[in-house]
């Protein structure tokens, strides 16, 4: 069915479909709509959940762990102060192996309060073990969130899922929207190590380091073959949904000889940035990195690149533009924009190419480059 | 006794300390429990008494949950069995440090919502586990090692601050009184919503004494009224039996620090305070069980 509808409506729509057993709920801005939308559905018998309003993001997401090692498909969604201050919460989901889907609604961290786009609030938990992706659209925020129930759940990869969407940017825009009936997309919930009462096994107790060190290798091998996961599910979305996904979003990559990389709207705003280059003859591209957790392997050889961060890592750099120099080798030209809900139009996007400095990083507005 | 079934779910050979009165303790909860039944545990001496992976001296699943986020993880729990129409009894069994200090948010907030569990908290009066530092729960005058002089304020009075939640069910329990736990236990896990039981549990290495006398000091802090063993249905008070004669002719204050080293060169000051609160406690709770507020 198609609508208009926000990111956060879209997040709560997407919920309803996959009709979670526990939903543990906390409001925080930006991202208050999708506990207010699914608290709607659940009141209005429109969705059959559990329905638990927490009185804490540390207590949402143990709230969390403790239904889905119980045995049902659990959500929540936060942003921000409450993703850190749920932060012990997020290390022990993904060392539980707990397959939980929550939505992560990017916002600045205090202080000063500034409740605006920016991308470090994720990537302060990029080393807990969940798998992240980050989204573009409204529709994108929709189908994510659907797929992450999938991929977290299947039994090679049972790890959590963070689907980010930046704040106000995404969660309160509105776009089109295509809401549909999933079927047996999503088949029932199933944890292999689910809590039985029949057959009573202890959980996470004392643990000596050679079976400690065993633990963390699963969950980095199952990390590894969340890739091939990742893109079976979006495969078999795009077949039955008409929609592709993949780890990356390019446009008009094939022959750039600059491509610049950036994740969530910026992604978006960049490719109108690309139609004004192509325009004047710059053969540019644009590649929104959609997976940050895992980190997909990126073909980025012979061109220059220009790495736009919503983020910092303050005494080392941009966290995306370092990952991408790790990962690929090339030196990208690093752009710091955008933080606190900074305004970075196409127009500006277009700038960072014509004035690229590779090896060289730049805050935007703030800093010649250094 | 004979009602007591005779299955065990907490094995022999645990790793707990020699007289330690919470294993004891866990033995006839989970006895009254039965094997459907889930245990969550935060950090707190169950996480080491338990067994290291692979593991367990328990016969129920054991959850172990990160420090403060016990009954938020049990609150989910409940849920999910909800959900899928079991009528698994959840029961986190946590310490006091556990559960006054960095677990009450969490506590209170399932508290507040109803959560159907039963809160379990042992108390013994200090963080024990990683070697008796002081805890919301220590006692006035209590050594500890980071009160090495004393505590210098009261033990925070968690069951007023429960109590403030309008529970269905909430009670105090003494390692010493083994059947009056149990029974507890069993009328709390057959009300539905959030139970609270609040169990002193003597510790002879943190509190200083003999590990032989570990029945003896639960006895003495009921008989001397320092501990007074109550139930609170739907709000209503009854004194269990053994506080009832304690509360008229508590044994001198005396009986019971004396044989604890935790308590060595208290002040004459401090030991009237110590007097002066039981007394406060004993006067409350027998006015308004008796109807006199």
């Known amino acids: ?370 | 006794m004979s009602a007591i079934p005779k299955e065990e779910y907490l094995y022999k050979c645990t790793s707990a300390c020699a007289g330690c009165s919470s294993s004891l303790c866990l033995r006839y909860v989970l006895k009254a429990a039965g094997p459907d039944s889930v245990l969550v545990v935060p950090a707190c001496c169950t996480s080491v008494i338990q067994g290291i992976y692979p593991a367990t001296a328990m016969n129920v699943p054991v959850y172990n949950v990160a420090f403060a986020a016990s009954a938020a993880c049990a609150s989910g729990m409940s849920e999910a069995f909800a959900a899928a129409g079991k009528e698994t009894n959840v029961i986190v069994y946590a310490g006091d440090g556990g559960t006054v200090d960095i677990g009450i948010q969490a506590l209170s907030g399932a508290f507040e919502r109803g959560t159907n569990f039963l809160y379990i908290c042992y108390d013994n009066e200090a963080y024990g586990n990683t070697g008796m530092q002081r805890s919301g729960a220590t006692p006035l005058g209590a050594r500890t090692t980071t009160t090495p002089g004393g505590k210098p304020t009261t033990k925070k009075d968690l069951d007023r601050i429960i109590e403030a939640h309008n529970p269905p069910y909430m009670a105090t329990a003494c390692s010493a009184y083994p059947l009056d736990l149990y029974k507890k236990v069993k009328k709390a896990l057959s009300i539905e919503g959030p139970k609270f039981i609040h169990i002193l549990a003597p510790c002879p290495p943190g509190w200083r004494y003999p590990t032989e006398k570990t029945v003896e000091m639960g006895k003495l802090a009921v008989k001397t009224g320092t501990w007074i063993l109550y139930e609170r249905e739907f709000g209503k008070l009854s004194i269990s039996g053994p506080s009832k004669a304690a509360m008229k002719r508590p044994a001198p204050l005396e009986d019971y620090i004396r044989g604890q080293g935790r308590f060595k060169n208290l002040s004459p000051e401090t030991l009237d305070l110590m007097r002066q609160q039981v007394q406060q406690n004993i006067q409350r709770l027998s006015r308004e069980e008796a109807g006199v507020c």
């Not at chain 1, 949402?60 to 498909?73: D, K, L, Q």
């Not at chain 1, 080393?127 to 929709?142: I, S």
């Not at chain 1, 963390?216 to 495969?235: A, F, H, L, N, Q």
């Open chain 1, 1 to 370: 069915m198609l609508t208009i509808a926000t990111g956060n409506r879209a997040v709560a729509d997407a919920v309803k479909a996959a009709k979670p057993g526990v939903i543990a709920a906390y409001p925080i801005t930006p991202q208050t709509e999708i506990v207010e939308q699914i608290a709607e559905y659940v009141t209005g018998g429109n969705l059959e959940s559990r329905y638990i309003p927490v009185e804490s993001e540390h207590s949402a997401m143990a709230a969390c762990i403790g239904a889905s090692v119980g045995g049902v498909r659990t959500f929540t969604a936060t942003s921000s102060h409450g993703l850190l201050y749920m932060h012990e919460m997020v290390h022990w989901a993904a060392g539980a192996r707990l397959p939980i889907v929550m939505a992560n609604v990017n916002r600045a961290l205090g202080p000063g309060w500034n409740t605006w786009a920016e991308h470090t609030d994720a990537f302060s938990q990029r080393d807990t073990g969940w798998l992240q992706v980050f989204v573009g659209t409204v529709q994108e925020a929709y189908d994510a969130t659907l797929m992450a129930f999938k991929i977290a759940e299947d039994e090679r990869v049972l790890l959590p899922v963070m689907v980010n969407l930046d704040g106000f940017t995404l969660s309160h825009i509105t776009q089109s929207l295509d809401t549909m009936e999933i079927g047996d997309f999503l088949p029932p919930f199933h944890l292999p190590h689910a809590i039985d009462t029949e057959n009573p096994l202890g959980y996470g107790p004392m643990t000596g380091p050679a079976d400690y060190f065993r633990f963390r290798w699963d969950i980095e091998r199952s990390m590894r073959d969340s890739r091939g996961v990742i893109t079976e599910v979006e495969r078999e979305f795009a077949e039955r949904f008409g929609r592709s996904y993949g780890p990356t979003e390019d446009y008009r990559c094939e022959d750039a000889d600059v491509v610049v990389v950036a994740m969530g709207t910026l992604g978006k705003e960049a490719e109108v940035a690309i139609d004004r280059l192509r325009d004047e003859g710059i053969r540019a591209g644009s590649m929104r990195l959609r997976w940050f957790r895992p980190f997909p392997d990126l073909d980025l050889a012979g061109r220059e690149v220009v790495v736009i961060d919503r983020d910092y890592s303050f005494g080392f750099g941009g966290v995306v533009a370092h990952s991408i120099k790790s990962k690929t080798g090339v030196e990208p030209y690093s752009v710091i924009a955008g933080l606190g809900g900074q305004e970075v139009t196409y127009n500006d996007i277009a700038d960072f190419v014509r004035n690229r400095h590779p090896g060289e990083e730049m805050w935007f507005g703030v800093s010649d480059h250094v």
